[in-house]
């Protein structure tokens, strides 16, 4: 851009940031006398605006709140990326660290008999779809 | 019309909420009006500048502090996304992104020159001639205004904007708003009459 063209954008500034200023020092009755007098509805518009910008806020705002806190993975596909000890490893932490909730579970699989690996996988999901399974990072305990 | 809290310096986003949310019927015509204001130069829609802004207040983007009036916080604000919006315009980077193979590693950047060309500079310059011509005849009555428009056009505020033309203060900002009765009348909308 020339010095030329650069001066002239600069003027137009300066202008509107007087006019800016005008607006700001105007008297709340001068304004609405210049409304009515113009016909001008630039205080509903203004209200609209303002509506539809806390809704786009709030929005963002949900869907922020929805995505999964960090350290939890919320994806139940990634729990059969896991191999099956190291699926079983996770289990047996969860009871450890949760002795009501292994409590209401038959002794025989308390002790880690009698369930399948698709067993281990379903039960692990179950808790992953609850939110309340700890994960580590899954790369480090891939199959 | 800002609720004033001791503590922290800055509103919380629940705070500037409700302060907006009881702005006064001249409020609300005001902040629209600056956003035309601010419009007029670039062709964008108040009311997306005005969204804009708003979301930036209400999502924290933009933080008001306890001793700044929430009007003026906002017209602050508008001020700074119109320049953003206006530069952004200027360049016109008509970025676009190519994949020809959907891998990210392929993604290909491709900005077009936004360097002016000679005609296109020429033609800004005899655009923004003509437009300072038109607003100057809106004045041709008035030989005060005229003045004052060319100081403000110059770079001159305050007091020594007023010792140009030797008005006092009430004298000076009834000038200054037939300026901007006049200017809103001709040009409503944008610099186009």
């Known amino acids: 851009m020339s010095q030329k063209n650069k001066g002239q954008s600069s003027r137009l500034d300066r202008l509107t940031d007087t006019l800016v200023e005008d607006i700001?020092?105007?008297?709340?009755?001068?304004l609405l006398a210049e409304a009515a007098a113009d016909n001008d509805d630039g205080g509903t518009l203004a209200r609209r605006a303002f509506e539809r910008a806390s809704r786009t806020v709030a929005v963002r705002h949900i869907a922020r709140n929805k995505s999964p806190p960090p350290g939890r993975r919320q994806a139940p596909a990634n729990i059969r990326a896991l191999d099956p000890n190291t699926a079983r490893g996770w289990l047996d932490a969860y009871l450890a660290s949760n002795p009501e909730?292994?409590?209401?579970?038959p002794r025989a699989v308390r002790r880690g008999k009698k369930l399948s690996d698709e067993d281990v996988y379903g039960m692990l999901e179950a808790l992953q779809q609850r939110g309340v399974l700890t994960e580590k990072p899954i790369e480090q305990s891939r199959r | 019309m800002q609720p004033r809290h001791s503590g922290a310096s800055l509103l919380t986003q629940v705070e500037v909420k409700r302060?907006?949310?009881?702005?006064?019927?001249?409020?609300?015509?005001?902040?629209h009006k600056v956003a035309r204001a601010l419009c007029r130069e670039a062709a964008f829609e108040a009311?997306?500048?005005?969204?804009?802004?708003?979301?930036?207040?209400?999502d924290g983007t933009r933080q008001c502090t306890r001793t700044l009036d929430i009007v003026h916080f906002l017209a602050g604000v508008m001020?700074?996304?119109?320049?953003?919006?206006?530069?952004?315009?200027?360049r016109r980077p008509e970025m676009s992104l190519v994949t020809e193979t959907g891998s990210l590693?392929?993604?290909v950047l491709q900005v077009r020159d936004s360097a002016p060309v000679a005609d296109e500079v020429l033609a800004v310059n005899e655009e923004a001639a003509r437009l300072k011509a038109a607003i100057f005849a809106l004045f041709v009555d008035d030989r005060l205004a005229h003045r004052l428009l060319e100081g403000i056009m110059d770079g001159l505020a305050g007091a020594q904007l007023r010792s140009l033309t030797g008005l006092s203060e009430t004298e000076f900002a009834s000038k200054r708003r037939l300026i901007r009765r006049r200017i809103d009348k001709a040009y409503p909308k944008d610099w186009t009459p």
Do not use: H, P, Y
């Not at chain 1, 700001?24 to 001068?30: F, G, I, Q």
């Not at chain 2, 009311?47 to 209400?58: M, V």
């Open chain 2, 47 to 58: 009311d997306d500048l005005l969204q804009e802004a708003f979301q930036r207040a209400l």
């Open chain 2, 19 to 31: 302060a907006i949310s009881v702005l006064t019927a001249a409020d609300w015509l005001r902040l």
């Open chain 1, 101 to 105: 909730t292994a409590g209401q579970l």
């Open chain 2, 105 to 107: 590693q392929d993604v």
């Open chain 1, 24 to 30: 700001l020092a105007c008297s709340d009755a001068d």
């Open chain 2, 79 to 90: 001020r700074s996304i119109a320049s953003d919006w206006r530069k952004a315009r200027k």
